[in-house]
């Protein structure tokens, strides 16, 4: 599989040497030898002396998802990879390594290094056709389903669209995927007919998005059918659709302000939040529905409209202010997130300091709520959080753990979430080490 790869091996393992040159420590060799239990001994022993530094903690974190890489087995290894999808450029060599072998784990190591852009599209296709025809007589689902994401060219046009028609989702996702990178307009019809018909609702949102970003008044009113058919994420992937820039111009804002001013619910603030994104024509009209939605809808859709409208808008604001005394947690929760979150500019001083103490409280419980607010104050840099995090890293709740390895490292924090490098609870190591690699 080396030939799939773009980029230098030997500078590869310069930069490997050069992160792992300042950690010789026990706790690199447990980690390098996948011995989870002394790793973790040795991490709190290093952590106690103040010892380990955050180089120490990436190159720990590189050992411990280099390991899972090369050890994982069929059936839950392919997942075990794809949760390492966004640190692959820092692990290319490991999953180039893995996507060498003859198993469905260098098939999925192959995919996510096509997808991450460090591997050449027609080598991929050689690659799928050749282990194919060492392997079995004929292409397995996973194989195919990595051939067919190859086909980004012109010249795959014909192969790509029958693809579309597939018997298998996961070849169909695959060929739509492809479809959203090679931006052929002969696709058009194909994508049509998939946003109809395809029985698989991630297929028909590929297929939207990727038709939408196609453009033309072709697609946009072809859209407009599909819209009385489709179920509410599809409609909220059509509004999206049509505000990309090719539909927006082609009917597509005469298409958002009907959806606008007739439909109801998550739909409607689909298309209001594209409107109010794009600006011009009908912002405005945009921004009304979504101050309606904020001060009338049920719970679920007044959270999306308090997470779309646009904070300098002073009636938004005033409608904001209103929504912090309502009796729904799930509806103040997330006014005091977007104000912790906000640009410095769209809100005061004051208002962000009252949001940060607000959750701060919140962040001190144990519901899931509370983990939810450590993690917004994490993402903020407000390090008052620290010490909720650290005692979220002894969690018997995976999910918990997780997002303390996650808001630590987005402090900074990177030592203090290496313990979680160590955990007994692969899906916990790996996330917690993907977000250190991807942290440098």
Do not use: N
């Amino acid at each position: 599989m080396r030939r799939v790869l773009s980029g230098s091996i030997l500078a590869g393992l310069l930069s490997l040497s050069a992160v792992t040159g300042c950690a010789s420590s026990a706790s690199l060799r447990a980690a390098e030898a996948g011995r989870f239990d002394e790793l973790r001994r040795t991490l709190s022993d290093e952590l106690r002396r103040g010892t380990l530094d955050s180089d120490d903690a990436r190159a720990i974190a590189r050992a411990v998802a280099q390991g899972e890489i090369a050890r994982a087995t069929p059936p839950s290894g392919a997942e075990r990879l794809r949760e390492l999808r966004t640190c692959a450029r820092a692990l290319e060599d490991a999953l180039a390594e893995r996507a060498a072998g003859s198993d469905a784990i260098a098939t999925a190591a192959a995919m996510i290094l096509l997808e991450a852009g460090l591997s050449d599209p027609e080598s991929v296709k050689r690659y799928a056709s050749d282990a194919a025809a060492g392997r079995y007589p004929g292409k397995d689902t996973a194989l195919r389903a990595l051939e067919t994401r190859a086909l980004i060219t012109g010249e795959d046009g014909a192969v790509r669209r029958a693809r579309m028609l597939d018997g298998d989702q996961e070849v169909r996702v695959s060929a739509l995927r492809a479809a959203a990178a090679a931006a052929d307009p002969s696709d058009r019809e194909a994508l049509i007919e998939a946003a109809r018909l395809d029985p698989y609702p991630l297929a028909r949102t590929l297929a939207i998005r990727a038709a939408g970003a196609l453009g033309g008044q072709e697609v946009v009113l072809a859209l407009r059918d599909i819209w009385t058919l489709s179920d509410e994420p599809g409609r909220e992937a059509i509004a999206e659709a049509w505000a990309t820039p090719r539909a927006l111009g082609g009917g597509g804002r005469a298409q958002l302000l009907w959806a606008i001013s007739t439909q109801r619910g998550a739909p409607a603030i689909a298309a209001a939040r594209a409107l109010v994104r794009a600006g011009g024509e009908g912002a405005g009209e945009a921004v009304s529905v979504l101050i309606g939605s904020i001060r009338s809808s049920q719970s679920r859709d007044r959270v999306y409209a308090i997470l779309s409208a646009p904070l300098p808008d002073a009636a938004v604001r005033s409608a904001l202010i209103e929504a912090q005394g309502d009796p729904d947690e799930a509806v103040v929760f997330t006014v005091h997130s977007r104000y912790v979150d906000a640009a410095p500019q769209d809100v005061t001083a004051r208002e962000r300091s009252a949001a940060v103490a607000w959750l701060m409280k919140l962040a001190a419980g144990t519901s899931t709520r509370a983990v939810l607010a450590r993690g917004v104050l994490a993402r903020a840099g407000i390090r008052a959080v620290v010490p909720l995090l650290e005692r979220d890293v002894r969690s018997r709740e995976i999910p918990v753990r997780e997002a303390a390895g996650s808001g630590l490292v987005a402090l900074g924090e990177i030592p203090r979430a290496a313990p979680l490098l160590a955990d007994a609870e692969p899906q916990v190591r790996t996330s917690v080490a993907c977000e250190i690699l991807a942290a440098f």
